[in-house]
């Protein structure tokens, strides 16, 4: 197919195309999920549901839905950063520029290209609509939702972006993928808050990508030791998949880490103000959290690491305007000094 050509043309991994109707109602893991109140503060997941189980509803006259991949695949295991607490570790797909900002562009010149060649109009979508992505892959044949609840694919292991371009076009729909996850539990054992229910299951609240990314406020000191030093997401369970052993590398530089947040310096990070923090963070994704809940993050890390040259820039933020982060260093300080005297 011409299109499939082009789109790898553009850099994308792989393509697929299904039908609006392809899912057919709401996924039965998605309404479980939101209906035990398992996604915490992400209060938009809960709007717009019908939209993420009939995609038709966001574009009647769309006939087609061009689902498209995109590989961040790191060169290294975001896991080695673990074993560093003086450094915070910072999830794979953020240590380099914004994906919506590439993956959007990608989009709208491979969409460009179709009107062109064949007519129709279209739209274009990468996280900026109420739609049930990870399902829509699976139906275009992309990949599976694996047992950690991403999507997975035989070709690409998991490290890859999704975005879609629906389309008035009848185009030939692809044959939906099947699970192939088999017995194999890797993603589910690497979990260091336990945050899975069991296998497809996953209550967001326990997450670490979700308590440092969408909570606000204070996250549960239970789980504060747990989260180490990851200051940004989380990649133990995509890490742990093997079938990531097929990951293609990724076909934009713009992915490869930052020098700055391949294993950024605590100290450095935990006294940035709200200037210092936007600025360090333009055209990164991590900017959006805001500074207050990246250095409530950075405090839980200090506090897990051990190092008490760490203690005094703590200190300086018990009395943060913020109280997330004003809580956040007197834990850090009461942990460090606890550690030391045992």
Known sequence: MRLEAQARAEGF???????????????????????????GQMSWLAERM?????????????????????????????????????????????????????VKKRLKRLARWLIAEAGGEVKVFVDTAPLA???????AGLGWQGKHTNLLSRDLGNWFFLGSIFTTL????????????????????????????GPYRMDARRCISYLTI???????????AR???????????????????????ASDMRYAARDDLSAPDLRDLVRLDDASFRARFSGSPIKRIGRDRFV??????????????LMDPAKALRADSDPAVADAARWAVERLSSRSQS
């Not at 409530?296 to 040259?309: F, H, M, T, W």
């Open 227 to 249: 989260m180490g030093n990851r200051i940004y997401g989380c990649d133990d369970c995509l890490a742990a998949c093997p079938w990531n052993k097929f990951a293609v590398d």
């Open 170 to 197: 009848d185009l030939p729909e692809d044959v939906a993928e099947t699970d192939h996850c088999g017995s194999c539990r890797a993603c589910l054992d690497a979990c260091p808050t336990e945050a899975f229910l």
């Open 133 to 139: 992505e990870k399902p829509l892959g699976q139906a």
């Open 214 to 224: 969408e909570h606000r406020g204070p996250v549960d000191v239970e789980l504060r």
């Open 50 to 102: 019908g939209w993420r189980g009939d995609p038709a509803q966001l574009w009647p006259e769309a006939r087609s839905i061009v689902v498209l991949a995109e590989s961040y695949s790191p060169d290294l295991d975001p896991r080695e950063n673990l074993k560093r607490p003086d450094v915070g570790n910072v999830s794979v797909y953020a240590r380099g520029k914004d994906y919506h900002d590439i």
């Open 296 to 309: 409530r993050n950075v405090l839980y890390a200090i506090g897990n690491s051990e190092d008490r040259s």
């Open 13 to 39: 991994a792989a393509m697929g195309v299904c039908r609006p109707d392809a899912i057919g109602h709401v996924p039965a893991e998605l309404a479980a999920f939101i209906g035990q109140g398992l996604h």
